[in-house]
């Protein structure tokens, strides 16, 4: 079992990083996993690539993905007993992906309940399509409220990419930046790859997650380091990561 593991032991080993702090594990709660066999059979194989640590951040959207505390915590204590129930000994811990839209600004401002993991870490993501009126709104009301925020996979963006000067401005503005571990590879394409590299080359990626949904996600990262230099550009990077464990 797990020899697909085994033959490239050394490239797959990510225990440089010790926590990965964006995934979507906990089953059933939005794209990613649904079973709780899935959730085990994921954990065990993230055990095997070196993590030691899992923070799973379920998707927070409205009208989508409709998650909350009441939500996602329950189901973090679910599959703490499945894990032990099976004598699989790994952290793990539960926070959030928001999108950022008028709820979440509103959430940001008026104090309500804001799943946060570390240092007050809050993990935040922007559409695709656009970018969020409310980014820098939402950014001041959690940097007042003391949580620092966490902007996912910057990289994946694509409006971003002709105007470099906005991550700058993010970063400027108090934002942390999380780095998707695949975005370094072909899988998002050849742009998302070009921008990851620049952020990561000019030292303004502070955290590197996995981003895992699924077997696709769970298959290339298996086979991340098969290039060689892009692993040793991660490796050779000193990342927040490792301060959550």
């Known amino acids: 079992m797990f020899s697909f593991l085994k033959k490239n032991k050394a490239k797959t080993d990510f225990s440089f990083l010790g926590a ?11 794209d990613g996993l649904q079973l709780p066999e899935q959730t085990i059979e994921f954990v065990k194989k993230m055990q095997l690539l070196g993590y030691v640590k899992l923070i799973c951040t379920p998707h927070i959207l409205s009208g989508v993905h409709p998650n909350s505390p009441a939500t996602i ?81 910057p990289e994946r963006y694509s409006y ?30 050849k742009d998302v790859k070009k921008i990851a590299k620049k952020l990561l080359e000019e030292d303004m990626i502070d955290f590197v997650g996995t981003d895992m949904h699924h077997y696709n996600h769970l298959n290339a990262t298996i086979d991340f380091s098969a290039n060689t230099k892009v692993y040793q550009l991660l490796q050779s990077r000193n990342f927040l990561n490792a301060t959550l464990v």
């Open 20 to 30: 990965d702090m964006h995934n979507h594990l906990l089953y059933g709660l939005d």
């Open 73 to 153: 915590l329950p189901r973090l204590q679910d599959v703490k007993k499945i894990l032990t129930d099976n004598n699989i000994d790994i952290k793990i811990e539960a926070a959030a992906e928001y999108m950022i839209d008028n709820e979440f600004a509103a959430l940001a401002k008026n104090g309500d309940e804001v799943l946060s993991f570390g240092n007050n870490y809050v993990l935040i993501e922007m559409s695709y399509v656009a970018a969020s009126p409310y980014l820098e709104e939402s950014i001041f009301n959690l940097k007042l409220r003391n949580f620092q925020p966490i902007l996912a996979h």
């Open 160 to 189: 971003l990419h002709t105007n470099f000067n906005k991550y700058i401005d993010i970063k400027d503005r108090g934002c942390l930046l999380q780095l998707n571990l695949l975005s370094l590879t072909d899988y998002y394409g």
